[in-house]
Every structure is written in structure tokens, then in C-alpha cells.
């Protein structure tokens, strides 16, 4: 798995940076990657679990929201050539979702980490389709030990 060069739109290899697994995996893409900002992706498909009548659910958003976390963390320890860690929401500040996105529109999700210590990190994250925000928050994660 020699992929370093961004963006990396490979779903399987994405998929591969982060714990959850298929069908609970809400990235397929790695847009860009920088000490302190990740940008992750995901095309709304039909078969994805939090897909309901064209729509991705509330629940879907927040899961993508937190992979979205988990890819810069899996991303970090790959570059490194280390198995990436398993690790859990530890607590959601607040999130607000103002519009939610439907089957086969791609939402683009900017991960900006306010800190990093001991294994948790406090990030703001921010979900757009089309470039118009339809999510934003505060999430801490935590990394199992």
C-alpha cells in the first residue's frame, strides 16, 4: 500500500485507515492532509446503512463527521508505517447539521485539530456539499489504549 500522493480517491484503500469496516464505513476519500487538517470525503450511495428514502440520516452525518477524525489519525500512524489505533468518541461539544445530503452528492468534511495530547485530540469539523456548509462541530476523541 504505497499511496501517499493526495488525494487519495481509492474507497478500499481509504477504508484501510480507519477501524470501522464495511458496511459501516462513511469515507471514501483522502483530499488533503497537513499536521493539523485532514479533508475527507463520501458520495451518498444507496447502499450505505444511514441511506433512508435518498437521504443520509442525521446519524450518518455525525458517524462521517467522526471517521472523518479517524482518517487523520489512521493517515498519521500509516505515514509512519504503524498500524493505525482504535479509538472512540469521547465526547461531542456540540454539532449542529442544517441541511442533510442525498444519494450522490459528495459531502467534503475539513477536520481542523484545536489540540493533541496524550492520545485525545479536540478538533472543529466542518461537512459541505457543494461548498455550502451543511454541518459543523466540536468533537474529542479519544484513543483506546
Given at each position: ?6 488525494p ?5 484503500f ?10 459501516f ?19 451518498v450511495s444507496t ?8 437521504v443520509?440520516?442525521e ?24 498500524p ?7 465526547s ?11 444519494v ?16 485525545v ?25
Amino acid at each position: 500500500m504505497e499511496n501517499t500522493t493526495l488525494p487519495i480517491l481509492d474507497a478500499t484503500f481509504v477504508g484501510s485507515l480507519i477501524p470501522q469496516k464495511f458496511p459501516f464505513v462513511m469515507v471514501d476519500k483522502l483530499i488533503s492532509f497537513s499536521e493539523n487538517e485532514v479533508v475527507a470525503g463520501l458520495e451518498v450511495s444507496t447502499d450505505n446503512i444511514f441511506e433512508k428514502q435518498g437521504v443520509f440520516q442525521e446519524s450518518g452525518v455525525i458517524e462521517h463527521m467522526a471517521q472523518s477524525v479517524a482518517l487523520f489519525t489512521g493517515y498519521q500512524f500509516y505515514l509512519k508505517n504503524e498500524p493505525a489505533p482504535t479509538g472512540y468518541i469521547g465526547s461531542i461539544k456540540s454539532i449542529e447539521i442544517l441541511e442533510l445530503p442525498k444519494v450522490e452528492e459528495n459531502v467534503i468534511t475539513t477536520v481542523s485539530v484545536l489540540h493533541e495530547f496524550m492520545g485525545v485530540t479536540l478538533v472543529d469539523i466542518v461537512s459541505r456539499v457543494n461548498d455550502k456548509e451543511i454541518a459543523k462541530g466540536q468533537m474529542k476523541t479519544v484513543l483506546a489504549s
